[in-house]
Structure formats: structure tokens, C-alpha cells
């Protein structure tokens, strides 16, 4: 297994979703498209689950003052809750994504263009793109992209039924955005000490059970603005390992 081989089977997903959306699209009920998306919404809870799991581990116990693991995550969470409220990224990206789709398709009348920026800020604005693809950099595993690859590759199916090609080619800025993320997880993991590594972990499994709970519509939590957290929690466990010492 090779670094960014995640971010390529996202990209084939994509092309192979929307080619049998294209197609076949058409015949798949709206229903089932809703009951397919809760199945995933479960399989996202198992994903945090293994990501939680981590603060278990012997090398963040170990690492950290006695007790100390949860008050990690905790002012983590806390403190990069508050500065993705302060700085507004959900906010900002939710503008993001208006300004574009304005920008490139404001009469509506194109559903090639329509496809690729709707399924292109759909794909590639998500926490998931961002923790899969470090995790990748990292050598941690794909599994979170390749949980994200079979949402985008049903969703593409969905999308390319009705708006066509475009949703295809949205492949490319998804790529492109993802091995950019990869490259920041190569770096940090050459960079970061394991228990510093396992507290962004358990830090991103809090964050993929918020996706869960968007996608079995428990609660649309604004997960993005939880995202600086996920970069505090290495340095706030490095603030309690140098505590302990």
C-alpha cells in the first residue's frame, strides 16, 4: 500500500459513480438512495469508534499524566470548538460554496456545470476529505477515505442521474484537494511523536461520529468549525507530556 492510494480509489469511486448514474441512475428510488446513505451513517459510527479507541492506547497512557488522556481530547475539543465558532468555518465554507455556485452556474441552466461545482464543494468540503487524507499521509490507514470513496461513489450516482458528466469531473479538484491533505499527514507523521499522533486520532474519531450523526439525521452538527481541534490536540498533548516530565 502506497501514500495517496486512498485519494485514488476516492477518485475512481467518483468516476464510476457518476458513470452508472449516467446510465442507470434513474432507477434507483429515492428511498433507497435515503436508506443507503443510513447504512453509512452506521458504518461512519464504527469508524469513530476505531479512532476513539485510541485514547486507550498504552502510548498516549503512558505519555501523559496519570488520567490525563481525556483531558487532552477534552480542552482540544473545547478550545478549537471555540476558535472554529470565532473564525466561522462552517460559515465560511457554507459562502464559499454560494459564491461559486453563483459564480459558475447563476441562471442554473447548465446541468453540466451544475454537476461538477455542486458535487465538486460537496466531495471536497467535508472534514472527512481532511482527516481520511492525513491519515493516509500518516501511514495510518485508508479507512476513513475509503468510507468516504463509497459516499461519494453513491452519492455521484445520485447527482450524475439527473446533472450528468460534470459530476464525473469533479474527480479532479476532489484529487487534487485530497493529496494536498496527504502531503500535510507525510509531514506530520514523519514530525509528530506516536502519542501525539493518537491524540489526533481520538480527536478526528470525535469529529467523524458528528459526520454519523449528519448522516443518520440525528443532528446536523456544524463539524467543521470542531476541525482546529484536531491540530491542538497534538500540541496540547505535548503540553502534558512536558507536565509530567
Given amino acids: 500500500m502506497f501514500i495517496g492510494l486512498g485519494t485514488l480509489i476516492n477518485v475512481f469511486a467518483i468516476i464510476l459513480g457518476a458513470t452508472l448514474g449516467v446510465f442507470l441512475g434513474g432507477k434507483f428510488k429515492e428511498q433507497t438512495r435515503e436508506t443507503m446513505t443510513t447504512a453509512m451513517g452506521f458504518i461512519t459510527l464504527l469508524a469513530a469508534a476505531d479512532c476513539i479507541k485510541n485514547l486507550w492506547a498504552s502510548d498516549f497512557i503512558r505519555s501523559v499524566p496519570k488520567g490525563w488522556t481525556i483531558l487532552v481530547i477534552l480542552f482540544s475539543m473545547l478550545l478549537g470548538t471555540l476558535i472554529g465558532i470565532r473564525l466561522g468555518i462552517e460559515e465560511m465554507l457554507d459562502r464559499w460554496g ?88 507525510v509531514f506530520l507523521g514523519s514530525v509528530l511523536p506516536h502519542y501525539q499522533i493518537l491524540a489526533m486520532t481520538t480527536t478526528g474519531g470525535l469529529l467523524l461520529l458528528g459526520i454519523a450523526f449528519r448522516l443518520l439525521k440525528i443532528r446536523q452538527i456544524p463539524v467543521a468549525d470542531f476541525l482546529p481541534a484536531l491540530f491542538l490536540a497534538p500540541l496540547i498533548a505535548r503540553l502534558a507530556n512536558l507536565f509530567m516530565s
Wanted: hydrophobic share 50%; no cysteine.
Fill in 98 to 185: 454560494i459564491r461559486l455556485k453563483a459564480r459558475f452556474d447563476r441562471d442554473s441552466k447548465s446541468p453540466f456545470v451544475e454537476g461538477f461545482v455542486s458535487s465538486s464543494l460537496l466531495f471536497v468540503i467535508g472534514p472527512m476529505a481532511i482527516l481520511g487524507s492525513i491519515s493516509d499521509g500518516m501511514g495510518t490507514g485508508i479507512s476513513q477515505l475509503s468510507l468516504k470513496s463509497i459516499l461519494d461513489g453513491i452519492t455521484s450516482v445520485a447527482f450524475a442521474a439527473s446533472l450528468g458528466w460534470g459530476v464525473a469531473l469533479s474527480a479532479l479538484p476532489v484529487g487534487i484537494y485530497q493529496m494536498g491533505w496527504t502531503l500535510v499527514g
